[in-house]
């Protein structure tokens, strides 16, 4: 079955550390890979896609993600987190040529002074 | 890009009763969805709004509790019929705008609460 995988629940950083998020997924193809980003209250927005190409894709807000195929990941990394991170982000997937996302379970940010 | 609008923001509801939620959406889109997101969960989708027929429903999820409809390209419902408290959630609609491939774009949601 076609999944993904968000292994950290919630993760705590300092302002001004970096950050990665991990997302693993199982396809039967390499599926388009996306991270939304959904702070408190707020609707989804989406940070960065992947279709195919260049695997280190950047993505708005200083967001970047890496595709690793033999790894089967798109984790999401930030150099310096702000304080306004702070949020639920979510990995989706879905296969080429169909609208349909598959949301990993998120991860949690929390951003400490 | 596309500006989303739902109605209502949120609402709070007795069980047994049905609600409608609107979704509007300032451009001429392909495609609209209906997801939920149960609290502390992540989002699941509930079905593909197909203008002017039948919704495409996934699996765990039955015309009959969520009826939808999509009378044109930039206009959808969702009903949340008979609830219970366990349809307490977030519905969300997205779409996906002619010319931006696979990208999509979330409403701001409805919180649901049923009592």
């Known amino acids: 079955a076609q999944s993904v995988t968000q292994p950290d629940i919630h993760i705590t950083v300092s302002e001004g550390a970096s950050l990665e998020l991990r997302c693993n997924y199982s396809?039967?193809?390499?599926?388009?890979l996306f991270w939304y980003v959904q702070s408190p209250g707020q609707g989804l927005q989406l940070l960065l896609k992947y279709f195919s190409g260049d695997t280190l894709v950047q993505g708005i807000k200083g967001f970047e993600a890496e595709f690793k195929r033999s790894q089967s990941s798109f984790n999401l990394r930030k150099p310096s987190v702000h304080w306004s991170d702070a949020a639920e982000y979510f990995c989706a997937a879905s296969n080429p040529g169909d609208y349909k996302l598959s949301f990993g379970a998120g991860t949690t940010v929390t951003v400490r002074a | 890009s596309a500006v989303i609008s739902q109605k209502p923001s949120r609402d709070i509801c007795q069980r047994g009763t049905s609600l409608t939620i609107q979704c509007q959406v300032d451009?001429?889109?392909?495609?609209m969805f209906w997801y939920r997101q149960q609290p502390g969960q992540s989002l699941t989708l509930i079905a593909t709004?197909?203008?002017?027929?039948?919704?495409?429903?996934e699996s765990g999820f039955v015309i009959d509790k969520f009826p939808i409809s999509r009378p044109n390209l930039t206009f959808s419902t969702l009903t949340v019929s008979n609830m219970s408290p366990e349809d307490s959630s977030i519905y969300l609609c997205s779409v996906v705008v002619a010319g931006d491939y696979n990208e999509q774009f979330f409403g701001p949601g409805t919180r649901l609460t049923v009592l």
């Open positions: 396809y039967g193809a390499t599926p388009y």
């Open positions: 709004a197909n203008q002017g027929s039948e919704a495409t429903y």
């Open positions: 451009s001429q889109v392909t495609m």
